[in-house]
């Protein structure tokens, strides 16, 4: 099965807005669901059940503390002369905290193999573009300040993504709540 450990966007002001963005902006790409919406700690690929398991367990001893994250601007991966990905980004603060978590979960991962091929960027993947659009720059740089909200992190989850021709599918393969 194909997995991720993952920050759920679970705030309705969050998801409202992010959703009226994705039909303001002139833009040729796919945009994502918003029950889909997320930060991806980390990706994890194709594992057994047996491994799942194990990274479970690993996850279950990741301690962390609840904290807040401002989603505010945008940007494109690579670039926006070559986007392939639209995103939300965060906050310092937040965005720094995210940080701290997503290594709290590779150092807590890597016993079991499991490495980060890049370094964690805090973004919310909102638009994936399959085919070359022409350069966005002055389209996302109109947007650049846009506010999207505060969501609250208080959980970690492993999803599952089941790839489909409609796009994935997540579901939930274990929650590990924030210490009190």
Request: glycine share 4%; hydrophobic share 40%; proline share 4%.
């Amino acid at each position: 099965m194909r997995t991720f450990v993952a920050i759920e966007i679970t705030n309705d002001i969050i998801i409202n807005s992010i959703k009226k963005f994705q039909t303001e902006i002139n833009i040729n790409a796919k945009p994502i669901e918003s029950k889909n919406f997320h930060f991806t700690l980390q990706f994890l690929g194709e594992i057994s059940e047996e491994i799942s398991q194990k990274i479970i367990q690993a996850l279950r001893k990741i301690e962390f503390s609840s904290f807040s994250v401002n989603l505010k601007g945008v940007g494109a991966f690579p670039k926006p002369k070559f986007p392939r990905v639209i995103w939300v980004g965060t906050d310092n603060d937040g965005g720094n905290m995210l940080i701290q978590l997503s290594k709290k979960v590779e150092k807590a991962l890597e016993p079991l193999g499991f490495f980060s091929n890049k370094p964690f960027k805090s973004h919310i993947t909102i638009f994936r573009i399959k085919k070359k659009i022409e350069d966005i720059t002055n389209e996302l740089n109109n947007h650049k300040t846009v506010d999207f909200g505060i969501q609250e992190v208080t959980n970690i989850k492993l999803k599952k993504s089941e790839l489909t021709s409609n796009g994935p599918i997540y579901s939930d393969l274990e929650e590990i709540k924030a210490v009190k």
